[in-house]
């Protein structure tokens, strides 16, 4: 049973960085793409990183291009989102996501509907 995990979510000033995790558990992380979304209150999900299975390549919402960072360690069972120069318009609660891809592939996507399982989400707050 595939299992995701959030954490490092909170509150940071505008500027500030934060380092989200996404830890998996119950199935091999290699042979998924995660992708990272959020939701803001009233809005829709948003797409905003996603890093193929391979590890070599990676997409990033316009939004966040230059800010946020993915990144993943198969061996650990985990895909981080390191965010930088944070804005209060990043004030949402996000999630990780994974779907099941053939091999070692270098694909990603930032549509909610590719991906199969998700996490419970962690709040992010940026306000002074």
């Known amino acids: 049973q595939v299992q995701l995990a959030e954490s490092g979510g909170g509150l940071v000033q505008p500027g500030g960085s934060l380092r989200l995790s996404c830890v998996a558990a119950?199935?091999?992380?290699?042979?998924?793409?995660i992708g990272w979304f959020r939701q803001a209150p009233g809005k829709e999900r948003e797409g905003i990183s996603s890093?193929?299975?391979?590890?070599?390549?990676?997409d990033y919402a316009d939004s966040v291009k230059g800010r946020f960072t993915i990144s993943r360690d198969n061996a650990k069972a985990t895909v981080d989102l390191q965010m930088n120069s944070l804005e209060p318009e990043d004030t949402a609660v996000y999630y990780c996501?994974?779907?099941?891809?053939?091999?070692?592939?270098?694909?990603?996507?930032?549509?909610?509907?590719?991906?199969?399982?998700w996490g419970q989400g962690t709040q992010v707050t940026v306000s002074s």
């Open positions: 119950g199935f091999t992380l290699e042979y998924f793409a």
């Open positions: 890093i193929s299975s391979s590890n070599l390549r990676t």
């Open positions: 996501a994974a779907v099941h891809v053939a091999g070692y592939s270098d694909y990603v996507t930032l549509s909610s509907k590719n991906y199969e399982s």
